[in-house]
């Protein structure tokens, strides 16, 4: 069933400002909350949808928080072990766009129910699932891909039509920091029931009882219709066509435009290409860090002599406890810090949410390079710059949001989160993982087996996050050079 759209624009309210338009003075409309939508309700719409991405993203780090346990589980090399995350990544970027399309046109309180039930059905069958069956483990991972596609798609449009674009920043801020804070949890969740049980497998039985009472809460407390409005445009109805001023509420309209014209109309958008490919950079060295931080640690703890080698089924999980823990917190400041950066800059210059992200990008690389010259002699000082590395990342994460938000027509937002999902993860974290485990394997098989040797290989093959990381930030730059025109033409 499609939603009904019948909320009438109310007069304009003062001291309202759209992304950075208001350092220049104009003053924007905004939409008053009707009756039946009162703030308590959005707030409440909020909240589920912040648990929910805090459980989504606990259940795509499950595998990396326990990765040294079901690399010896399954017998896999650097290379093999990397594959499980791409392919993840893979079925998620992949099955955005069609969610992207459905979210434009279709029900998105049903399309999220759905996916949260079909990615916790499948985490809880993967649970099962033993040493003779790699494939099909594989196959469970895509699966759940597939399932968390729908969530990450959708979620935020919901949250942008439920607030007025001075106070979108703060709720999109509150809602991308589960991000890290997932991604944290993830990593001690699946290290704390491995110590706890002896057994891996464990790890994946929680999130799934997560997922129901997320979906419980879903089906409860957000309403089965929400109104697609924001500030600066007419009333749209589910096909994205504004209202003419005879038109009726609750009278559906037929889309003007096709799939296949929003993507040449956002491929157009200059500011929405380049903030996407910076997207990519920092999805690319996230992807990495993610999935081998813990595992680098414990070689190069191995390589100064403070660890033993692991030799029983279940190792020591300590890394993955601590880096979750520095994942958590660092995410946590950084959106904080980088929404109200945001907030304040942008009130005296227009350019400031790119310059931000190009910023926290560049230190963010340095960061990590240093982590990976002093890894070899000094671990606390690579946890520190580890976390320096995290901490500048996450400043990004509301901020490009953000962005995209308003340099794109409202009617295309869906589709355009949709694309900046595939792009980010087919050019981002689908490939980093495998990518940097092919690149050790080809290094370990130039040297004599050794911990050293594999220490080195994955410290060598961790130098391209660095590289990378900085590239991105030379993309955000470039965005600064056409988002004032951007966000005009998308105000029209």
Request: glycine share 10%.
């Amino acid at each position: 069933a499609q939603e009904d759209t019948g909320l009438q624009l109310q007069p304009l309210l003062e001291g309202q400002n759209y992304g950075a338009a208001a350092a220049d003075g104009t003053r924007c409309p905004t939409v008053s909350v009707s009756r039946n939508s009162p703030a308590r309700r959005d707030c409440l719409v909020v909240a589920v949808l912040c648990f929910g991405n805090l459980i989504l993203f606990m259940d795509w780090f499950i595998v990396p928080g326990i990765l040294l346990d079901i690399q010896k589980y399954f017998g896999l090399s650097d290379g093999k072990t990397g594959l499980l995350q791409t392919v993840f990544t893979l079925c998620y970027m992949l099955a955005a766009p069609i969610f992207g399309y459905l979210g434009d046109r279709y029900n998105r309180k049903i399309i999220l129910e759905a996916g949260i039930f079909f990615w916790s059905g499948v985490t809880l069958g993967s649970s099962f699932i033993t040493e003779s069956y790699y494939r099909i483990f594989i196959l469970s991972r895509g699966l759940v891909g597939i399932g968390t596609a729908s969530y990450s798609t959708i979620a935020p449009t919901i949250i942008a039509d439920l607030f007025e674009e001075g106070k979108r920043t703060t709720v999109l801020s509150i809602f991308y920091i589960f991000i890290p804070v997932g991604s944290g949890c993830g990593y001690m969740l699946a290290a704390g029931m491995a110590q706890s049980t002896g057994d891996w497998h464990w790890a994946f039985r929680v999130t799934p009882c997560l997922g129901g009472l997320a979906l419980v809460l879903l089906i409860l407390l957000v309403p089965h219709r929400i109104q697609r409005r924001t500030a600066r445009h007419r009333a749209l109805s589910i096909s994205g066509t504004r209202r003419g001023a005879d038109e009726k509420p609750g009278v559906h309209s037929t889309a003007k435009t096709t799939w296949c014209q929003d993507v040449g109309s956002l491929a157009k958008n200059c500011s929405f290409v380049w903030s996407s490919l910076g997207l990519t950079a920092m999805a690319f060295v996230t992807g990495a860090l993610g999935v081998w931080v813990p595992l680098f640690l414990y070689r190069a703890q191995l390589v100064q002599g403070i660890v033993p080698p692991c030799l029983q089924e279940s190792c020591n999980s300590s890394n993955s406890l601590i880096f979750g823990g520095i994942t958590v917190g660092t995410g946590i400041l950084g959106v904080i810090a980088g929404a109200e950066a945001a907030r304040r800059l942008r009130k005296v210059y227009n350019k400031a949410d790119p310059l931000i992200c190009a910023t926290s990008m560049l230190i963010s690389a340095l960061c990590l390079y240093t982590a990976l010259v002093v890894a070899q002699t000094n671990i606390l000082s690579t946890f520190i710059f580890i976390a320096f590395g995290e901490l500048f990342l996450s400043v990004n994460w509301a901020v490009v949001t953000d962005i995209l938000l308003y340099v794109v027509t409202p009617r295309r937002q869906s589709t355009a989160i949709a694309l900046q999902i595939l792009l980010s993860h087919l050019l981002g974290d689908a490939g980093s993982p495998y990518l940097i485990g092919l690149i050790s394997n080809a290094l370990q098989a130039q040297g004599s087996p050794s911990f050293q040797c594999e220490f080195q290989s994955m410290r060598h093959s961790f130098a391209l996050c660095a590289f990378v990381g900085a590239l991105g930030g030379a993309c955000f730059l470039l965005t600064s050079l056409y988002i004032e025109e951007d966000r005009r033409e998308a105000e029209r």
